[in-house]
């Protein structure tokens, strides 16, 4: 049997970021089960369409979701990338919702 899923590596790659502003491109590869450069390609395509911003801190990236932005199929562009976090019961870990006010990094 094949091993597929309903949410794309974008919508993955974008749900980790979301979790973990400070997240690593070798830790989303991980969590996603795909090779850290496609990780890296990934990230600069959301970044690329708008979906993501990053800014360098130190040595990291801190990353910011762009929430209100419409999904990018014809079929779903009436909705918000936001509303994908809410289909599916996605709720920001506490953690990350306090490192978050701290550091101004919204979803």
């Not at 890296?40 to 395509?45: G, K, S, T, Y």
Request: glycine letters at 8%.
């Amino acid at each position: 049997m094949e091993n597929w899923t309903f949410l794309t590596n974008h919508a993955h790659v974008l749900l980790c970021v979301a979790a973990d502003p400070e997240i690593r491109l070798r830790d989303i590869a991980e969590r996603v089960g795909i090779t850290e450069r496609s990780a890296q390609r990934i990230v600069a395509e959301l970044t690329a369409g708008g979906y993501l911003e990053h800014a360098k801190v130190g040595r990291r990236n801190l990353y910011r979701v762009q929430p209100d932005l419409p999904l990018r199929h014809p079929i779903e562009r009436a909705n918000q990338v936001g509303s994908l976090f809410g289909l599916i019961g996605w709720k920001r870990p506490a953690a990350v919702r306090a490192k978050a006010g701290r550091t101004r990094v919204s979803v």
